[in-house]
């Protein structure tokens, strides 16, 4: 098996096999990576939920993104195996959010093509929270002309955006790693930090 680095300041790719991997920009790198949770072969993510603790007041401590459900195949569909890799327990799962396209009557099913989170940088001694979002990229068959969309999770608003980060073309996301901070009990916490995703061709 081959493997080709390709490593830059904001994120990392690592290429095997034909499929990639694609990470998050490390503006926090605090707890440990859980474990790679994949799609059934020949499925890929059409839909996110996250998992958000809502703001906790000034004196409470804050985590905002706990955790991460990607659905491999139509979430309206109860037989759609969900996947999830590390996560926290603070908070709610979220809305669903699926790659199903607004621009026609009758919306095609789109893939998860790419990410970008939202993450708030290291407060010092005041309370940090990592990542407070995520946005997804879904791509769409060329033969039906609808054009890449983004759907943004219902996470927090504190930090930045990142910026995307994507898989190459006939590649859609079909796996996933989380990176979580564990409970530091009377310390600050901040649950979710970074992800990783594996492109797999279609």
């Known amino acids: 098996m081959w493997y080709i680095f390709a490593a ?19 503006e926090t790198n ?12 020949g499925t ?13 007041g000034l004196f409470i401590d804050d985590t905002a993104v706990n955790g991460i459900r990607l ?3 139509d979430p309206r569909n109860i037989s759609t195996i969900v996947i999830t890799s590390a996560g ?5 799962w979220g809305t669903v959010y699926s790659c199903r396209s607004d621009d026609r009557p ?20 005041s309370d940090d929270t990592a990542t407070n979002n995520l946005r997804i990229l879904c791509s769409y068959p060329p033969s039906i002309g609808v054009p890449e969309q ?5 996470g927090l608003a504190y930090g930045g955006w990142t910026g995307s980060q994507r898989c190459f073309s006939y590649q859609a996301i079909c796996a996933l790693q989380t ?3 564990r409970d530091l009990g009377d310390g600050d916490d901040t649950a979710l930090n970074n992800i990783r995703a594996e492109c797999c061709d279609q």
Request: aromatic share 14%; glycine share 12%.
């Open 8 to 26: 830059t300041i904001s994120s990392l790719l690592l290429l095997t096999s034909g499929n990639m991997i694609i990470e998050s920009p490390y």
């Open 179 to 181: 990176q979580v901070e």
């Open 106 to 125: 009758v919306p095609p099913d789109g893939f998860v093509t790419g990410f970008e989170l939202r993450v708030e940088r290291d407060q010092g001694s």
């Open 88 to 92: 926290q327990v603070w908070g709610n």
């Open 30 to 41: 605090w707890g440990d990576w859980g474990p790679w949770s994949r799609c059934p072969f």
């Open 150 to 154: 983004q759907k943004e999770g219902d």
């Open 44 to 56: 890929y993510a059409q839909a996110i939920q996250i998992r958000t603790e809502p703001y906790q």
């Open 71 to 73: 659905y491999c195949g």
